[in-house]
Nanobody, 124 residues
Framework: QVQLVESGGGLVQAGGSLRLSCAAS????????VGWFRQAPGKEREFVAA????????SYTDSVKDRFTISRDNTKNTVYLQMNSLKPEDTAVYYC?????????????????WGQGTQVTVSS
C-alpha cells in the first residue's frame, strides 16, 4: 500500500511556472511507477507524464513536451512535475498515481493508487 498526497497547485498567469509534488508514504517508493494525470472542467481525466521507479525513463503527452518535466527523489519519497510556460488550457486538477513494481501506460486503469488532486489555474 502507498498513500499519495499532491501539493504545489495554485493560480498563476500564463507563461508562469509551478512545481507540483507528490509525496508518498508506505512501501519504498522506488518500487512504484508514477504518473501525473489532469482533469479539466467538463473533460475526462488525461495522462500528462510518467516516470519509472528508478527515474531513468520518462514519458509525456505531446501537449506538455518541452514545457513540463517529471522527476523523482526516492530518498524523499517524492515525485515532482515542473510546469513551465503554462497556458490557460493547462488549467485542471492534477493527480498523481502509482503502480507497484510493474510499468504502467497512459491509461487510468493501469494505476492502483491515486492522490486527492491539486488545483492548477492558469489565467490569461
Amino acid at each position: 500500500q502507498v498513500q499519495l498526497v499532491e501539493s504545489g497547485g495554485g493560480l498563476v498567469q500564463a507563461g508562469g511556472s509551478l512545481r507540483l509534488s507528490c509525496a508518498a508514504s508506505g512501501r519504498p517508493f522506488n518500487n512504484y511507477y508514477v504518473g501525473w494525470f489532469r482533469q479539466a472542467p467538463g473533460k475526462e481525466r488525461e495522462f500528462v507524464a510518467a516516470i519509472t521507479g528508478s527515474g531513468r525513463t520518462t514519458s509525456y503527452t505531446d501537449s506538455v513536451k518541452d514545457r513540463f518535466t517529471i522527476s523523482r527523489d526516492n530518498t524523499k519519497n517524492t515525485v515532482y512535475l515542473q510546469m513551465n510556460s503554462l497556458k490557460p488550457e493547462d488549467t485542471a486538477v492534477y493527480y498523481c498515481a502509482a503502480r507497484y513494481l510493474l510499468a504502467a501506460g497512459r491509461s487510468e486503469s493501469d494505476y492502483n493508487y491515486w492522490g486527492q488532486g491539486t488545483q492548477v489555474t492558469v489565467s490569461s
